[in-house]
Protein backbone atom coordinates (compact mmCIF):
# COMPACT_ATOMS: atom_id res chain seq x y z
CA UNK A 1 0.00 0.00 0.00
CA UNK A 2 1.12 3.42 -0.56
CA UNK A 3 -0.37 6.73 0.59
CA UNK A 4 0.00 9.75 -1.64
CA UNK A 5 -0.29 13.21 -1.20
CA UNK A 6 0.09 16.21 -3.04
CA UNK A 7 1.10 19.66 -2.11
CA UNK A 8 2.38 23.13 -3.95
CA UNK A 9 -1.01 23.85 -5.42
CA UNK A 10 -2.57 27.48 -5.22
CA UNK A 11 -3.81 30.95 -6.84
CA UNK A 12 -1.47 32.09 -10.03
CA UNK A 13 -1.59 34.64 -12.28
CA UNK A 14 -0.96 33.60 -16.64
CA UNK A 15 2.51 32.98 -17.21
CA UNK A 16 3.47 32.28 -13.60
CA UNK A 17 5.51 28.50 -12.38
CA UNK A 18 4.09 26.54 -10.26
CA UNK A 19 6.27 23.08 -8.62
CA UNK A 20 3.55 20.91 -7.34
CA UNK A 21 4.95 17.67 -5.02
CA UNK A 22 4.38 14.40 -3.90
CA UNK A 23 5.43 12.77 -0.70
CA UNK A 24 4.98 8.65 -0.96
CA UNK A 25 4.98 6.62 2.33
CA UNK A 26 3.78 3.03 3.17
CA UNK A 27 6.49 1.51 0.61
CA UNK A 28 9.17 3.48 -1.74
CA UNK A 29 8.41 4.64 -4.60
CA UNK A 30 11.30 3.57 -6.63
CA UNK A 31 8.91 -0.22 -7.37
CA UNK A 32 6.38 2.26 -9.29
CA UNK A 33 6.12 4.35 -12.59
CA UNK A 34 4.54 7.84 -11.76
CA UNK A 35 2.43 10.04 -12.99
CA UNK A 36 0.77 12.87 -12.59
CA UNK A 37 -3.21 13.80 -14.06
CA UNK A 38 -5.76 16.97 -13.56
CA UNK A 39 -9.54 17.46 -13.81
CA UNK A 40 -11.12 20.69 -14.24
CA UNK A 41 -15.12 21.47 -13.09
CA UNK A 42 -17.35 19.53 -15.52
CA UNK A 43 -14.59 17.62 -17.12
CA UNK A 44 -13.20 14.21 -16.91
CA UNK A 45 -9.38 13.33 -15.66
CA UNK A 46 -6.74 13.61 -18.11
CA UNK A 47 -3.05 12.57 -18.33
CA UNK A 48 -0.30 15.23 -18.16
CA UNK A 49 3.02 13.45 -17.49
CA UNK A 50 4.42 10.15 -15.86
CA UNK A 51 7.99 9.26 -15.34
CA UNK A 52 9.51 5.97 -15.32
CA UNK A 53 10.31 3.84 -11.77
CA UNK A 54 14.52 5.23 -12.49
CA UNK A 55 13.47 8.54 -14.04
CA UNK A 56 15.37 7.65 -17.09
CA UNK A 57 11.78 8.06 -18.97
CA UNK A 58 9.53 10.72 -19.04
CA UNK A 59 6.36 11.40 -21.14
CA UNK A 60 3.90 14.38 -21.87
CA UNK A 61 0.48 14.96 -22.85
CA UNK A 62 0.28 17.37 -26.07
CA UNK A 63 -0.68 20.35 -23.79
CA UNK A 64 1.82 20.07 -21.08
CA UNK A 65 4.97 19.56 -23.46
CA UNK A 66 7.48 22.52 -23.04
CA UNK A 67 5.65 23.95 -20.30
CA UNK A 68 6.03 21.33 -17.63
CA UNK A 69 8.32 19.19 -16.43
CA UNK A 70 8.01 15.72 -14.06
CA UNK A 71 11.12 14.58 -12.08
CA UNK A 72 11.25 12.06 -9.28
CA UNK A 73 13.86 11.43 -6.52
CA UNK A 74 13.30 7.80 -4.97
CA UNK A 75 15.38 8.04 -2.48
CA UNK A 76 13.40 10.46 -0.91
CA UNK A 77 10.17 8.95 -2.35
CA UNK A 78 9.16 12.60 -3.76
CA UNK A 79 7.61 13.29 -7.48
CA UNK A 80 7.24 16.74 -8.53
CA UNK A 81 5.89 18.54 -11.80
CA UNK A 82 7.81 22.00 -12.65
CA UNK A 83 4.63 23.91 -14.31
CA UNK A 84 5.72 27.13 -16.54
CA UNK A 85 3.88 29.80 -18.11
CA UNK A 86 0.72 28.50 -16.95
CA UNK A 87 -2.27 29.34 -18.73
CA UNK A 88 -5.96 29.69 -17.57
CA UNK A 89 -6.96 26.42 -19.09
CA UNK A 90 -4.28 24.70 -16.78
CA UNK A 91 -7.01 25.56 -13.82
CA UNK A 92 -7.78 21.86 -12.24
CA UNK A 93 -7.24 19.74 -9.77
CA UNK A 94 -3.84 17.77 -10.07
CA UNK A 95 -3.40 14.57 -8.82
CA UNK A 96 -0.50 12.15 -8.20
CA UNK A 97 -0.31 8.72 -8.95
CA UNK A 98 1.70 5.31 -8.34
CA UNK A 99 1.44 2.17 -11.27
CA UNK A 100 2.87 -0.87 -11.91
CA UNK A 101 3.61 -0.54 -14.91
CA UNK A 102 6.45 1.01 -17.26
CA UNK A 103 5.29 4.39 -18.29
CA UNK A 104 1.55 4.02 -18.40
CA UNK A 105 -0.65 7.18 -19.68
CA UNK A 106 -4.37 6.13 -18.56
CA UNK A 107 -5.45 6.56 -15.55
CA UNK A 108 -7.02 2.86 -15.11
CA UNK A 109 -3.55 1.62 -14.87
CA UNK A 110 -2.54 3.51 -12.16
CA UNK A 111 -2.91 1.68 -8.96
CA UNK A 112 -2.77 4.19 -5.94
CA UNK A 113 -3.62 8.13 -6.39
CA UNK A 114 -3.59 11.23 -3.87
CA UNK A 115 -6.18 13.51 -2.88
CA UNK A 116 -5.10 16.26 -5.24
CA UNK A 117 -4.04 19.56 -4.76
CA UNK A 118 -5.96 22.93 -6.45
CA UNK A 119 -3.82 24.90 -9.36
CA UNK A 120 -6.08 28.10 -10.40
CA UNK A 121 -4.91 30.20 -13.07
CA UNK A 122 -5.98 33.86 -13.41
CA UNK A 123 -5.87 35.48 -17.12
Known amino acids: QVQLVESGGGLVQAGSSLRLSCAAS????????MGWFRQAPGKEREFVAA????????TYADSAKGRFTISRDNLKNTVTLQMNNLKAEDTAVYYC????????????????WGQGTQVTVSS
Open 97 to 112: AASRYLLPVAAISYNY
Open 51 to 58: ISRSGADT
Open 26 to 33: GRTLSIYA
